[in-house]
């Protein structure tokens, strides 16, 4: 969908729902560095915010580290890119198909323009991207790529060139913590954002102002000023980005300098009526790109607020009061030019603050549906077949990925070139992830983790109950396996009330004593063969995590 | 069309291409058994309360033999109630009742009321865990069932739930557990067949709006939201709140009496209009390992509480039901998950026993006391246990039959073998009612035929992509799959050659993408 259609079309509506009168803590924190206390609760936040779900192993990674080496360990990404898709699909029903590769091997090096063939790529495309997910390294590259892939956001549903996506996606996971500038001015002849934004329509004469727009609007400049910029901008910079077309065969584009426009552009008051001089032959489209990129960024206060902000309801709260303005974004924003739009130091720095870490900044995000999904299989240790066995795996990566699609989040296709709804709707934007529709389908998939699973080629993707319990401290005493599950699946604490409810009325069946769960737990470890014993823990165990993965405080982040 | 919309849309008709137990529903056009068929109410009307006795309950201090009083008095002289405590039963000289249980003897006086006595199973099982996992799950002793017999019979009756539900025949819960997360008793093979699949907003929160406050921080704010989505989206959270808005009046119930608050909560969501079949309340406090009655005094003491909360409870409960008009629709039955050994302890108290006698409650129940007395030896070993006289599962069994009007094969399905039928509801409830829910709804995945030998052909529905069918037997394990590939959308069947398995109950289970569904058919021998 293009951006008026997207406009015309009106906007989620928020649901006529009260908000609450609960207005929420405010905090004056800045980003001096954060010296509070390092312990479990700390660690959980930051791993929650910056990978998908707090996993127990990286729980326990951290907690042997400092704050700022935690920190900086994850915002240092030495892992290898994950290795590419692979062909998991058959040629049934094709004009043109790949047989020239092995299914089981990748197919991003191989140029093919069978439309079928394309849309089994692209959803293998998607169901990798999944699996990269579930296996993150320990660091923030998965948040960060898909944080930019909302911010640059592109529809795979624009091209039947799946290696366009792919290309398109290794950018941004290739720059996730590189400089903001470069990475703009990358995207600008990106293939897939060529396809996407009309780019590679876009000639001498016939200028289309599709991309050049959401240039400024969306990608670097936001429209907070209302707008930065004036129609006239938007019709020089298109001029200026004439002449660039794609190669399907080459996966690469490239300009061709008899359709660009070699005039002069000059643009409005806001740019300092700046001239971008035409210039003719094959270097005039970089040469031109570059002045284009250099006059927008030099708009520095304007682009480096718009894009600290976002990082801010990535990774924060999506609320930026006036404090938070002041005593964050500005000094980020600031910092981000001085460091020459170098987006790692700016992160570093929001993230060992005092204001990332202030109790009033912590459980308050709503978990999108990838991080609730992707964040479930992490934190509850889901298990998947060995790599080998790809046509399992990646129909077990399907079906989450379907859980995704259902929950309103299909990566890799958001619903317009503004990314998803939940990061600038206002005055909603995360809420709009939790409605009447999406709340009952979070739950049915956790009960269905946690009961049958998903069940394809004979393997069970499955939330192993006992597996986990198994992999805390204590899971014999009552109290300390919930306490311990809490603090790595909650950032909202139950009341004692209620925790004293759960285990008494599904650990203990009721009764007062603990020692008979202790007692059930112990001989279930003494006779784990034992198809009663086991029976007798895991009907318990099942119902508290299914109980506790339903609770609309495992919504939070 | 459902048949009961069907019914009801072409009753002037003369002619109806129905059949109902072998009689064209024409010929009987003017029979009352026709209007009971078209009556909304007729086949859902009846509600069954189940009572959890949590801890193991002494049943030899609540139903006392007093033929044979000097040997329970030998037994456990510490707790034992003397003789002339005992409440007395109308026609009954051989049994009584713990003093403190005066509304319950009012009640069996007024013949409302049945007791069973010894209820139990073999190789009885002395673990909290194991035996209330037992006497939920309906298993043998030595047999793990993943599922529970309610669960199951919810299944059976709604195959589709949750899917097409909240609807017309049924738009609330098909069962509600009081104040409690959802027991095993209420688990069926696919899901928990009680409120709903959205279940952790609790009943109290529903009705009473209680939950732990949200902290005044961001998160709070955030909380608050995702909380009115989920009360909001709790598919029944509307009818249950207005049925218990329906607020009829109430007669009073015992205060500080935690059964009690429970059992009204149920006599006012019944009067409110829901259609829900099963309740299911629960008090603990019965583990009376020690102290069980005072030390010089046992007709009082923590036992004696508990009995005088259940009997002051039931008794009121019954009281309101007739007052509201609604008493012929409703039964209860207690349960405990073991009685207490024969002889005490010195700690004043009673250690994990066997066999113990079962209540039940009802204007509808064949009033009386079934079997006799537990045998009790002149001199009693510590390790002597009361044998069962009745299966607890003849109970389940008599009360789906009797009660819920099931067929055999809906009998030996949910309950996975055949029991005994006992006399303990009153006989002609079940005409004219008619199973309209299983055929309501999108089956996708059926059986026939079923019962079956070593064949069954099954059938169904697939949207297209991966589809899954597997066997599933009653421990919940897989035990072969018959379709587990890609597939385009169609309806397909296939045959299930049960060779080598042994007879019993399977689940049948569709995936289908996000789609699943469990039907359960039943290998005869």
């Known amino acids: 969908m293009d951006r008026r259609t997207f406009l015309t079309a009106g906007s989620i509506k928020k649901k006529s729902l009260s908000k609450s009168n609960n207005t929420g803590a405010r905090t004056n924190s800045g980003i001096a560095p954060y010296s509070g206390s390092w312990g479990k609760n700390e660690v959980v936040h930051l791993l929650k915010r910056t990978m998908f779900g707090a996993a127990p192993a990286d729980i326990d990674y951290f907690l042997s580290k400092t704050m700022d080496q935690s920190v900086e360990e994850l915002l240092t990404i030495t892992s290898p890119l994950p290795s590419p898709p692979l062909k998991d699909y058959d040629t049934s029903g094709t004009q043109a198909p790949d047989n020239n590769i092995d299914t089981g091997t990748t197919w991003v090096n191989d140029h093919n323009t069978d439309d079928v063939i394309g849309e089994r790529r692209k959803s293998s495309f998607k169901k990798w991207w999944i699996g990269v997910m579930l296996n993150q390294p320990r660091n923030i590259r998965e948040k960060m790529t898909l944080f930019w892939h909302n911010h640059f956001a592109t529809e795979m549903a624009s091209t039947q060139q799946a290696r366009y996506a792919y290309k398109h996606h290794t950018l941004l996971r290739n720059n996730c913590l590189g400089s903001f500038k470069a990475l703009a001015r990358a995207i600008s002849i990106d293939p897939l954002m060529l396809v996407y934004q009309n780019g590679e329509l876009n000639q001498k004469g016939a200028p289309d102002e599709n991309f050049a727009r959401e240039l400024q609007e969306l990608f670097t400049l936001g429209k907070e000023n209302n707008p930065n910029y004036t129609e006239d901008d938007v019709k020089a910079a298109a001029r200026v980005l004439t002449g660039w077309q794609n190669n399907e065969e080459t996966n690469t584009s490239y300009f061709t300098p008899e359709r660009h426009d070699t005039g002069n552009k000059t643009f409005s008051s806001f740019y300092n009526n700046t001239t971008i001089a035409g210039v003719s032959g094959d270097t005039g489209g970089d040469a031109e790109l570059d002045a284009l990129i250099n006059m927008i960024f030099s708009k520095g206060a304007e682009a480096s607020k718009y894009i600290v902000k976002e990082l801010y309801r990535w990774f924060v709260y999506y609320e930026v009061d006036e404090a938070a303005e002041q005593n964050v974004i500005l000094p980020l924003a600031q910092m981000l030019q001085d460091r020459d739009w170098d987006i790692k130091p700016v992160v570093m720095t929001l993230l060992k603050s005092e204001h990332f870490f202030d109790v009033a900044n912590q459980g308050c995000l709503i978990k999108s549906p990838i991080d609730f999904v992707i964040g479930v299989c992490r934190e509850m240790q889901v298990k998947f077949p060995d790599n080998s066995e790809y046509t399992t795996t990646y129909g077990l990566w399907n079906s989450l990925l379907f859980n995704c699609y259902v929950l309103q989040q299909d990566p890799g296709d958001p619903p317009s070139v503004s990314g998803w709804p939940a990061y600038y709707q206002m005055p909603s934007f995360h809420e709009l992830w939790i409605n009447n529709n999406t709340y009952p389908l979070r739950t049915q998939l956790t009960d269905s983790l946690i009961h049958y699973g998903y069940t394809i080629n004979g393997f069970q993707l499955k939330i192993d109950v006992i597996e986990f319990a198994k992999s805390l401290s204590n899971p014999g005493d009552a109290k300390s396996l919930l306490e311990e599950s809490l603090s790595i699946l909650y950032r909202i604490d139950l009341s004692e009330t209620i925790k004293e409810q759960l285990k008494r009325e599904i650990l203990l069946t009721g009764q007062t004593n603990d020692y008979y769960w202790t007692n059930a737990w112990n001989t279930y470890i003494a006779n784990p063969s034992d198809m009663m014993a086991y029976q007798t823990v895991s009907s318990r165990l099942n119902e508290l995590y299914r109980y506790l993965l339903a609770l609309p405080e495992f919504q939070l982040s | 069309m459902k048949r009961r919309d069907f019914l009801r849309n072409t ?314 008009g609604i008493e012929d629709r409703v039964i209860s039955f207690t349960f405990s998950e073991f009685g207490r050994r024969i002889k005490s302890n010195f700690s004043v108290g009673t250690d994990h026993g066997a066999a113990a006698p079962m209540l039940i409650f009802g204007s509808k129940v064949q009033s009386g006391i079934l079997g006799s007395n537990p045998s009790i030896p002149s001199n009693v070993d510590v390790n002597i246990n009361i044998p069962h006289q009745y299966d607890y599962r003849s109970v389940y069994a008599s009360i789906l039959e009797k009660w819920f009007c099931a067929d055999s094969t809906a009998l030996q399905t949910v309950l996975l073998k055949n029991f005994q039928s006992l006399p303990i509801i009153q006989d002609g409830l079940c005409n004219g009612i008619d199973d309209l829910n299983k055929k309501s709804s999108n089956n996708l995945i059926s059986a026939y035929p079923n019962p079956f030998t070593t064949q069954t052909n099954v059938k169904y529905i697939t949207q297209g992509g991966h589809t899954l069918v597997q066997v599933i037997d009653c421990m919940g394990r897989v035990v072969k799959y018959l379709v587990d590939k890609e597939q385009i959308g169609n309806t397909y069947t296939i045959s299930f050659d049960s060779h080598g398995f042994a007879a019993g109950v399977y689940y049948l289970r569709l995936q289908n993408g996000p789609l699943q569904q469990v039907i359960p058919v039943l290998k005869t021998k």
């Not at chain 2, 989206?233 to 015992?254: D, H, V, W």
């Not at chain 2, 102290?291 to 005094?297: L, P, S």
């Open chain 2, 11 to 324: 009753i002037p008709a003369t002619i109806l291409p129905a059949f109902v137990n072998g009689h064209t529903v024409t010929a009987l056009s003017s029979s009352p058994w026709l209007s009971a068929l078209t009556n909304f109410a007729a086949d859902t009307d009846h509600v069954l309360v189940i009572i959890q006795m949590n801890g193991g309950n002494d049943g030899l201090n609540m139903v006392i033999p007093l033929d044979n009083y000097a040997n329970y008095h030998n037994a456990r002289t510490n707790i034992a109630i003397p003789e002339n405590k005992i409440l007395k039963l109308n026609g009954n000289s051989k049994t009584g009742f713990h003093p403190a249980m005066t509304g319950v003897q009012e009640l069996f006086n007024n013949g409302k009321m049945a007791v069973v006595q010894s209820a139990g199973y073999p190789q009885p099982n002395l673990s909290h865990f194991r035996a209330t996992d037992i006497w939920m799950s309906g298993s043998d002793s030595n047999e793990v069932v993943n599922t529970g017999w309610v669960g199951r019979y919810l299944n059976y009756e709604f195959p589709n739930f949750p899917s097409g539900y909240p609807n017309a025949n049924m738009p609330d819960p098909l069962a509600i557990q009081i104040g409690s997360v959802s027991s095993l008793t209420f688990h069926g093979p696919a899901m928990g067949m009680a409120m709903s699949i959205t279940n952790p907003t609790s009943f109290y929160n529903i009705v009473d709006d209680v939950q732990d406050p949200a902290p005044a921080t961001r998160a709070g704010k955030e909380l608050t939201f995702v909380r009115e989505i989920a009360r909001q989206t709790e598919l029944f959270a509307g009818s249950i709140k207005k049925a218990a808005g329906n607020a009829a009046q109430q007669l009073p119930y015992p205060n500080n009496n935690q059964l009690a608050d429970q059992l009204k909560i149920v006599a006012r969501l019944i009067k409110g209009g829901l259609k829900t079949r099963v309740y299911m309340v629960s008090y603990t406090g019965f583990d009376t390992h020690s102290m069980q009655t005072e030390q010089n005094d046992p007709t009082i003491g923590k036992h004696a509480n508990l009995l005088r909360e259940l009997s002051d409870a039931v008794k009121a409960f019954q009281d309101d039901l007739a007052f509201l």
